[in-house]
C-alpha cells in the first residue's frame, strides 16, 4: 500500500524534526551550551544584562577543572536556577569563609566580634569546590550556600558575548580568561 505524498511528507517531516530536536538535546546536555546571564555577581567579568556565555560540557561534573575557571552550575539552594560562579577552592584547600564578616562597614563595631569572619575556616571536602562571584559584595555563593559538589557542575564558561553591542562588533564577543593563573609564566 503507498500512502500519498502529502501523507509521506507530514510522516518525514515529523521524524527529521525528532531527529534533530533528539541532536540539539544531546549537544546541549553533553557538548556545549550557549545561555543567558543575569545579576551583578560577575562583574566585571559578565555583565549583569544581555551577556550570553558559551559553556563546554566536557568539564561537566567538575572534570578538569581548575582553582580560576568560570563555570555555570545548579544552584544547590535553588536546582530550578543556574549560577554562573569562579571556582575558588579545590577539594582540599583550606578556606577563608568571609572576611568581609566582620568588617565594621557592615557591621555595628559590637558586632564585629559576633562575626569574625577572620577565625571561619573551611576544608573544601573532596567532590566539591568553592565558588564565588568576582562581585563579591552582590554575589550569593559558596558563602551564602557552603561548597558547591563538583556533580552540580553542567560546564566551563570559555567565552561570552554581550548581545547590546550589536553586529559591527561581533556581539561583544571576548573570551573568559582564568584570572588566578599568571600566562606569564608559561
Known amino acids: 500500500m503507498r500512502y500519498p505524498d502529502s501523507v509521506r511528507f507530514v510522516v518525514s517531516t515529523l521524524s527529521w524534526t525528532l531527529r534533530a530536536g533528539c541532536v540539539a538535546h544531546l549537544v546541549h546536555e553533553y557538548i556545549y551550551e550557549f545561555t543567558e546571564t543575569r545579576g551583578e555577581s560577575m562583574l566585571p567579568t559578565l555583565q549583569s544584562h544581555y551577556d550570553y556565555v558559551h559553556a563546554l560540557k566536557r568539564y561537566r561534573l567538575g572534570r578538569?577543572?581548575?582553582i580560576g575557571d568560570c563555570v555555570v552550575a545548579v544552584k544547590p539552594s535553588d536546582p530550578s536556577h543556574r549560577v554562573c560562579k569562579r571556582i575558588s577552592g579545590m577539594?582540599?584547600?583550606v578556606i577563608l569563609i568571609d572576611p568581609s564578616s566582620s568588617s565594621e562597614l557592615t557591621n555595628l563595631?559590637?558586632?564585629?566580634?559576633?562575626?569574625?569572619g577572620f577565625n571561619k575556616y573551611i576544608r573544601v571536602p573532596d567532590g566539591h569546590v568553592w565558588c564565588t562571584g568576582d562581585n563579591l559584595c552582590h554575589s550569593l555563593d559558596s558563602r551564602s550556600y557552603s561548597v558547591l559538589p563538583m556533580g552540580l557542575i553542567t560546564g566551563k564558561i570559555?567565552?561570552?558575548n554581550s548581545m547590546n553591542r550589536?553586529?559591527?562588533?561581533g556581539w561583544g564577543f571576548r573570551w573568559i580568561q582564568n584570572s588566578f593563573v599568571d600566562e606569564s609564566d608559561d
Open 64 to 66: 578538569e577543572l581548575d
Open 91 to 93: 577539594p582540599g584547600d
Open 109 to 116: 563595631p559590637t558586632e564585629v566580634i559576633l562575626h569574625d
Open 158 to 160: 570559555v567565552a561570552a
Open 166 to 169: 550589536g553586529v559591527t562588533t
